[in-house]
């Protein structure tokens, strides 16, 4: 249940990775985190967003979402696997339960 996010664009550019998604997740003025305790002291769909990724992703050292783009710092670069699985976190962030019917 719930609907997948629309990952548009991607750039990575050195220890940064932004991804633009279909799906604003706060106004403009954008949210940043720095680690988990970060995110603990907000109950925002950005907070909620960042935690998943500082728990999916060891490197992932900082995060900054304005409206509908997150640009996520990773420290020592992106390695494939951190990207794909960051990916993956944003694409299913409103997913609550996969439906398995085919």
């Not at 728990?55 to 979402?65: R, S, Y």
Request: aromatic letters at 10%; proline letters at 1%.
């Amino acid at each position: 249940m719930g609907q997948t996010i629309i990952l548009q664009h991607r750039t990575v550019l050195g220890d940064v990775a932004m991804f633009d998604m279909n799906r604003s997740l706060n106004g403009q003025a954008g949210e940043r985190f720095s680690s988990v305790a970060d995110t603990e002291v907000s109950t925002t769909f950005p907070a909620h967003l960042a935690r998943r990724l500082f728990e999916a992703i060891d490197a992932v050292d900082h995060v900054f979402v304005a409206g509908s783009v997150a640009s996520v710092r990773a420290k020592g670069g992106w390695t494939d696997e951190a990207l794909e699985t960051a990916e993956f976190e944003l694409r299913n962030f409103f997913v609550h339960w996969a439906d398995n019917k085919a």
